[in-house]
């Protein structure tokens, strides 16, 4: 089930990687997008699948389930959301004010 996951992270990540190099920055941001959602599923992987009881004052049992790994990605999901809508954002203004998505439009120079 792990080399699934794998698989897929790197997946998620050479398709993440296609659209970064892309010239509309739509594409861009949804790269970034998918890159994160690679990185929480890298994270989760990571983590593993415990066997245990939450660890509660009081609980005695023989193992407890480590929480950290799914806070830290609660944590990069929030943070990612709101990276990607404040990009979203900027990338609305700048269709406004200039009337195109083309990065290399976006430059303002003429390179040849």
Same mark, same amino acid.
């Given at each position: 089930?792990?080399?699934?996951?794998? @698989?897929?992270?790197?997946?998620?990540? &050479?398709?993440?990687?296609?659209?970064?190099? $892309?010239?509309?920055?739509?594409?861009?941001?949804?790269?970034?997008?998918?890159?994160?959602?690679?990185?929480?599923?890298?994270?989760?992987?990571?983590?593993?699948?415990?066997?245990?009881?939450?660890?509660?004052?009081?609980?005695?049992?023989?193992?407890?389930?480590?929480?950290?790994? =799914? $806070? @830290?990605? @609660?944590? $990069?999901?929030?943070? &990612?959301?709101?990276?990607?809508?404040?990009?979203?954002?900027?990338?609305?203004?700048?269709? =406004?004010?200039?009337?195109?998505?083309?990065? /290399?439009?976006?430059?303002?120079? /003429?390179?040849?």
């Amino acid at each position: 089930m792990e080399t699934i996951i794998i @698989l897929l992270v790197g997946v998620l990540t &050479s398709v993440a990687i296609y659209l970064l190099l $892309a010239k509309s920055l739509i594409r861009v941001i949804l790269g970034t997008a998918i890159l994160s959602h690679a990185v929480h599923l890298l994270i989760l992987t990571m983590g593993g699948l415990k066997e245990g009881t939450v660890p509660l004052l009081g609980e005695e049992a023989e193992s407890y389930v480590d929480a950290l790994p =799914q $806070a @830290l990605i @609660l944590t $990069a999901i929030v943070i &990612s959301f709101a990276v990607t809508a404040f990009i979203l954002v900027l990338a609305y203004r700048a269709y =406004q004010e200039l009337g195109t998505d083309d990065l /290399n439009e976006m430059r303002g120079v /003429n390179d040849e």
